[in-house]
C-alpha cells in the first residue's frame, strides 16, 4: 500500500537556542561588535552559520538579541535602581550593580554596552545605533528619576536632572572601561564610593 503521509514540515534544530545566544552574548561582551567574527559566534554557540542564520538571522539581527538578553539579565541592575526610594540611593544601587556586573567571575569584565560600541565600523552601523540608543534609555531612565526625587524635594531645589544622569552613567561606563583594563572589584568599589562624596549634587 502506497504510503500518502506527509513528511514533518521543517526539521529540529538539534541546539538549544537559548544557551546559543547566551553564548553568542558573551562573544560579542568580550571582543565587541567588530570582534566577534560569524566564526567565532559560530564556533561558541556550537552550531553551523546556517543554523545560526535560520535561528538568529544576520549578525545585526544576532547582535540585537544578544543586547537585549544583557539588558535584561547582567544589566538588569539600572531598572532595580531606580525603585530605590531616594535618589541617593539610587545612584548607589546604579553604581554598586556596575561594579557587581563588570566584575562578575563567569563573565568578562567589563560592558557589552560599552565593550561592544568600542571601534565600531561603518558595516556596524546597525550595532553602533542600537548601542547609542540603549544608552540614552539608561540616561532617561536615570534623569526621570531624579526629576522626581526634584519634585518630591528629596533633591535640592535647583538640581538638574540631565546633569545629575550624565554624571552617574559617565562614572559607571568608567568603571566598566577600568574593569575591561583589569582593576578589581574592590578598585572598582573604591571608585564608586568616591563618585558619591558630597551627594547631593546640585546645579
Known amino acids: 500500500m502506497q504510503d500518502h503521509s506527509r513528511p514533518p514540515i521543517g526539521r ?24 566577534a567574527g560569524l566564526n567565532d559566534l559560530t564556533e561558541a554557540m556550537g552550531i553551523t ?13 544576532l547582535f540585537l538579541k544578544a543586547l537585549a538578553r544583557y539588558d535584561q539579565g547582567p544589566a538588569a ?11 541617593q540611593a539610587v545612584a548607589r544601587a546604579f553604581l554598586d550593580g556596575s561594579v557587581r556586573a563588570t566584575t562578575r567571575p563567569d563573565a568578562p569584565p567589563g560592558c557589552l554596552g560599552v565593550q561592544g560600541a568600542l571601534a565600531v565600523s561603518p ?11 540603549w544608552r540614552n534609555d539608561g540616561l532617561t531612565l536615570l534623569r526621570d528619576r531624579f526629576q522626581r ?9 535647583g538640581t538638574d536632572p ?31 564610593d568616591t563618585a558619591l562624596l558630597g ?5
Open 162 to 192: 540631565a546633569r545629575l544622569a550624565r554624571y552617574v552613567l559617565t562614572v559607571s561606563f568608567g568603571i566598566a572601561v577600568q574593569a575591561a583594563g583589569g582593576l578589581t572589584r574592590e578598585e572598582l568599589q573604591e571608585i564608586a
Open 49 to 61: 552559520k546556517t543554523s545560526m542564520y535560520r535561528a538568529f538571522g544576520n549578525k545585526d539581527q
Open 149 to 157: 526625587a526634584v519634585d518630591e524635594a528629596d533633591l535640592p531645589p
Open 123 to 133: 558595516l556596524g552601523n546597525t550595532a553602533h545605533q542600537a548601542l547609542t540608543a
Open 77 to 87: 541592575y539600572g531598572r532595580r535602581a531606580v525603585t530605590e526610594p531616594t535618589a
Open 12 to 35: 529540529p534544530r538539534g541546539f538549544d537556542a537559548d544557551e546559543a545566544l547566551e553564548c553568542a552574548m558573551r562573544v560579542f561582551w568580550e571582543r565587541g561588535y567588530d570582534g
Open 199 to 203: 551627594w547631593p549634587f546640585s546645579a
